[in-house]
């Protein structure tokens, strides 16, 4: 898929060029993960979810909506995998982190 190779592409070279605490890193690091999802490539959304939520907790505070967005979203990735108890997990971290920044009629807390 083209598409793939040039986002791996695109990663690769922020890697070589920018610190793994980069904001720009990190939103390609999860775009990639969000599209390797979409294409059904579990083990690699997964992975690569994993290494942006690693990346931006070392420049994020707990509760910041971009942390929620990833658990989110790699949550869903662990429930496509069938891996329901890793999914619920992190379903409820997502929730921890809404509910600390969002009142508790938000639709992003409802939707959780």
């Not at 290494?51 to 929620?68: K, Q, V, Y």
Request: glycine share 4%; charged share 25%; proline share 4%.
């Amino acid at each position: 898929d083209k598409a793939i190779n040039i986002m791996q592409q695109c990663v690769g070279i922020q890697k070589q060029h920018l610190p793994t605490s980069r904001k720009a890193l990190c939103a390609s690091l999860h775009n990639l993960g969000l599209y390797y999802n979409e294409k059904g490539m579990l083990h690699e959304a997964i992975r690569t979810l994993e290494e942006c939520l690693a990346s931006i907790r070392t420049f994020l505070p707990p509760e910041h909506p971009d942390i929620g967005m990833t658990l989110w979203n790699l949550g869903n990735a662990y429930k496509k995998a069938k891996n329901v108890v890793k999914a619920t997990k992190l379903f409820r971290e997502c929730l921890s982190v809404r509910e600390k920044r969002l009142h508790a009629t938000h639709p992003d807390v409802i939707a959780v």
